[in-house]
């Protein structure tokens, strides 16, 4: 099983300020890797698939980069509704066996 | 626009076994993929499965083998995950997600699961 490990656990930002986002994976997935956004209560949010491509809706100042084993989510100027927790998942298996990374929280610094 | 709507909240004692409904709409459903994920409470996403929608083809994470059945309804483009033999820690909100390409598109609403004696 590919092990996805996100870092740090909680970061805390400033409206406005840039947020960096990391994922790990415990063995190369190509450019597999896709984040997601959660509020409390709701179900999460596509925002990145294949590393770097936007998801439909989702506003510029989220980018995604990296391939391999190392990826990066940056937010580049954080609004109020940008604070929530962020997972990364990999989809580097066929059959399928996706797993997720434990989560970034996002706060207001 | 695609739709997933999920059954309603499920409370069960241990031991017994759930079985999460999942109706998609807006779009061609055996085109697709399903896959289910849970949330225990206050923790992160885990993935438990896929179903092909087009074959019935499946896929388990491991640590559910054995437990863990996913199906659908063409006929009424519904997919359907039970898990037996259920425990405390089984308590977490179920969802289904639209696949495409192994990432997940589109999200249901979520169905809480109680397991409590």
């Known amino acids: 099983e590919i092990v996805m490990t996100q870092s740090p656990a909680t970061l805390s930002v400033s409206p406005g300020e840039r947020a960096t986002l990391s994922c790990r994976a415990s063995?190369?997935?190509?450019?597999?890797l896709a984040w997601y956004q959660q509020k409390p209560g709701q179900a999460p949010r596509l925002l990145i698939y294949g590393a770097s491509t936007r998801a439909t809706g989702i506003p510029a100042r989220f980018s995604g980069s990296g391939s391999g084993t190392e990826f990066t989510l940056t937010i580049s100027s954080l609004q109020s509704e940008d604070f929530a927790v962020y997972y990364c998942?990999?989809?580097?298996?066929?059959?399928?066996?996706?797993?997720f990374g434990q989560g970034t929280k996002l706060e207001i610094k | 626009q695609v739709q997933l709507v999920q059954s309603g909240a499920e409370v069960k004692k241990p031991g017994a076994s759930v079985k999460v409904s999942c109706k998609a709409s807006?779009?061609?459903?055996?085109?697709?993929?399903i896959s289910w994920v849970r949330q225990a409470p206050g923790q992160g996403l885990e993935w438990m499965g896929w179903i092909s929608a087009y074959n019935g083809n499946t896929n388990y994470a491991q640590k559910l083998q054995g437990r863990v059945t996913m199906t659908t309804d063409t006929s009424t483009s519904t997919a359907y995950m039970e898990l037996r033999s259920l425990r405390s820690d089984d308590t977490a909100v179920y969802y289904c997600a639209r696949l495409y390409d192994g990432y997940f598109q589109h999200w249901g609403q979520g169905t809480l699961v109680t397991v409590s004696s």
């Open positions: 063995q190369s997935v190509s450019s597999n």
């Open positions: 807006g779009y061609t459903f055996t085109s697709y993929g």
């Open positions: 998942q990999q989809y580097n298996n066929w059959p399928p066996l996706y797993t």
